[in-house]
């Protein structure tokens, strides 16, 4: 329950009467019941969803193991090349470019990693239909890594002491003259690398501390949130609406749109997005209804089949959280935009927009706002970086084996 008009006005101070703000400054931010409901859908961000399609998604061992593979240069063609090499910890597990740079340039921005255990679909295009199959995909992608799954089967068999991890994990290495086999042991590589990046999770930010201050009727501890950032969750919940598509305690629906962004080089859309990522994932040997599922016929299996092909689709992408989204420049699914500023100004003007015809987003309208709304909103966002990761989580351990 909502403390009785907990943050109504959240300029209140502990005697009840707002100070009135000084001549010209903007007016402090009000909100209503309705309005402190949606706020407090945001938060607080709980522990991940469970995966039964990976019966090692929170196992501490997997997890360890998949920290030494995250960081293993040797899953690539090129012994060069690691998973941390395009998801580089010091930039939120992102890397800052406006397209993915392994063996050669990608058609697509690379995605932090951050709170990925909350997604419904991965990549951009939702290819991949839980995480373990998703990190299975760029260890072979000739652009990405260029490994294969040949190649890693021997290195688990060869490297005594990741082999030793993997079998305390996945019990005996089997008989890696079969083709199944062999296909077993990148399932697996993906399930230790899915259970070390649900560990990755960005909570306990500045808003995260405000809604709970919020929904307990802490007036000293709502007043430390800054005055910019409550205008614009004001504007977020109410008049932009971001919340339409930004949806929950990780800030997105986990659905797919198409908003009319225009391409990085300024040419007609090639990329058809969701409407090709429905026919590949559906064919992906490694999804949740696969040989390799732990949970065949589970709810994701279900979900998997329901699927349809329509043209809707076409040029539709995922929409990514907005947790720590201060962090992860650039924005959009080419890195168009390098700046939240450059963001917001889209969505308040639609420049530039492609036109999609009737597959566009019908709800897209440009917002009008002016630059201190802007940069309200700017306010708010930064306020969305959640609190530095345990220690180790950032770096690899020396060793793939455990230390217990």
């Known amino acids: ?57 929170d196992d501490p061992a997997a997890a360890h193991l998949g920290r030494f593979l995250f960081f293993d240069k040797r899953l690539s063609a090129n012994s060069q090349i690691a998973c941390a090499t395009c998801h580089d910890p010091a930039q939120a597990f992102a890397d800052g470019k406006t397209l993915s740079q392994g063996l050669a ?15 419904r679909w991965y990549f951009w295009d939702g290819r991949a239909d839980t995480l373990w199959a998703q990190a299975s995909h760029p260890i072979e992608s000739p652009s990405e890594m260029g ?18 991890a993997y079998e305390g994990v ?4 089997p008989d890696l003259t079969r083709a199944t086999e062999v296909d077993r042991v990148l399932a697996n590589t993906g399930k230790a690398l899915e259970a070390y990046e649900r560990r990755l999770v960005s909570r306990d930010s500045a808003f995260d501390r405000f809604a709970a201050a919020l929904r307990s009727g802490d007036d000293a501890a709502q007043a430390r949130y800054p005055e910019a950032a409550r205008r ?46 429905v026919d590949l994932v559906q064919r992906d040997p490694f999804n949740a209804a696969g040989a390799f599922s732990d949970d065949p016929r589970g709810p994701r299996a279900v979900e998997l089949a329901q699927l349809s092909r329509t043209s809707e689709l076409w040029g539709q992408f995922r929409t990514p959280t907005l947790r720590s989204v201060a962090r992860t420049a650039p924005y959009m699914h080419q890195g168009q935009f390098a700046s ?15 036109p999609a015809g009737h597959h566009g987003e019908q709800v897209i309208k440009p917002l009008h706002l002016s630059d ?33």
């Open 105 to 119: 340039t990608g058609k697509r921005h690379a995605p932090a990693l951050l709170n990925v255990a909350w997604q």
């Open 1 to 57: 329950m909502i403390a009785p008009l907990a943050g109504m006005w959240l300029a209140f101070g502990a005697q009840g009467e707002p100070p009135r703000p000084p001549a010209g400054a903007p007016e402090p931010a009000r909100f209503d019941e309705r309005e402190i409901v949606k706020i407090l859908s945001h938060s607080p961000l709980d522990g991940p969803p469970p995966d039964p399609t990976n019966a090692h998604a």
């Open 340 to 354: 939240l500023r450059d963001v917001l100004h889209y969505y308040s003007t639609l420049e530039g927009t492609v």
């Open 372 to 404: 201190a709304e802007i940069e309200d909103l700017l306010a708010f966002l930064e306020t969305l970086t959640g609190a530095d990761l345990p220690d180790g989580l950032s770096s690899p351990p020396a060793s793939p084996r455990p230390p217990y």
């Open 232 to 277: 614009g969750l004001a504007l977020f919940v109410g008049k932009a609406n971001c919340r339409l598509c930004h949806a929950g305690p990780s800030f997105s629906d986990g659905e797919f749109h198409n908003i009319g962004v225009p391409t990085l080089d300024k040419t007609p859309p090639r990329d058809a997005g969701r409407y090709a990522g």
């Open 170 to 173: 996945f019990g005996p290495l």
């Open 147 to 164: 490994g294969d799954r040949a190649r890693i089967a021997r290195l688990v068999d060869h490297d005594p002491d990741l082999r030793a």
